[in-house]
Nanobody, 112 residues
C-alpha cells in the first residue's frame, strides 16, 4: 500500500508562488511516473503536470510556462513549483502515484 502525503498549499495573492511537495511512503517511487491533478469547486479533477521516472515533464496548457514539476528520487519526493499564480489556479491539488494511488490533496487558494 502506498500513501501519499502532500504539503505546501496555502492562501496567496495573484502573482505569488508556491511549491507543493508529495512524499509517498511504502512501495516503490523511483521507477514510477508521478503526477499532479487539481479540482476546483464545482468542477471535475483535471491533469496539471506529470513527470516520468526518468524526469521528463508534461504539462497542461493552462499551466505551461508557469508551473514546473520535478522529482528527487533520493528523497522520494515530487514537487510542483507554481509561479505567477492566478485566481483560476484555486483548487485542491492532488498527487498521483503511477501505481494508481492518490493523496488526500492540499488546498491552494489564490486571491485577486
Amino acid at each position: 500500500q502506498v500513501r501519499l502525503l502532500e504539503s505546501g498549499g496555502g492562501l496567496v495573492q495573484a502573482g505569488d508562488s508556491l511549491r507543493l511537495s508529495c512524499a509517498p511512503s511504502g512501495g516503490t517511487f523511483s521507477t514510477y511516473d508521478m503526477g499532479w491533478y487539481r479540482q476546483a469547486p464545482g468542477k471535475g479533477r483535471e491533469f496539471v503536470a506529470s513527470i516520468s521516472w526518468s524526469g521528463v515533464g508534461a504539462y497542461a496548457d493552462s499551466v505551461k510556462g508557469r508551473f514546473t514539476i520535478s522529482r528527487d528520487n533520493a528523497k522520494n519526493t515530487v514537487y510542483l513549483r507554481m509561479n505567477s499564480l492566478k485566481p483560476e489556479d484555486t483548487a485542491i491539488y492532488y498527487c498521483k502515484h503511477g501505481g494508481g494511488y492518490w493523496g488526500q490533496g492540499t488546498q491552494v487558494t489564490v486571491s485577486s
